[in-house]
């Protein structure tokens, strides 16, 4: 769900942050999509598209974002990868 919001994103825009995670940048030159995990802080527009997208309050997104991210760093200590669907 977050994931296909992501992706459809990035399809007209440029960049999406993760909170406490990292951004997605896609590359103007080569469409192709980066993760830079130094650009995370809150920029609202994650939270604000899942609210939109499920019709939620943006604090109850930021929970939602919250768990996603978590369950992302768990799979990345167990794993040591996570597959973004849609993305890479």
């Given at each position: 769900m977050i994931n296909d919001i992501i992706s459809?994103?990035?399809k007209n825009?440029?960049?999406i942050v993760i909170p406490e995670l990292g951004a997605f940048l896609r590359k103007s030159a080569d469409q192709s999509i980066v993760f830079i995990p130094f650009l995370n802080q809150e920029d609202g527009v994650l939270s604000n598209l899942i609210a939109e997208n499920l019709g939620i309050e943006p604090t109850?997104?930021?929970?939602?974002?919250?768990?996603?991210t978590e369950s992302i760093?768990?799979?990345?200590?167990?794993?040591?990868?996570?597959l973004f669907e849609g993305i890479g």
């Open positions: 459809g994103y990035l825009n440029k960049r109850n997104a930021q929970q939602l974002i919250k768990k996603y760093k768990s799979t990345l200590s167990t794993k040591g990868e996570f």
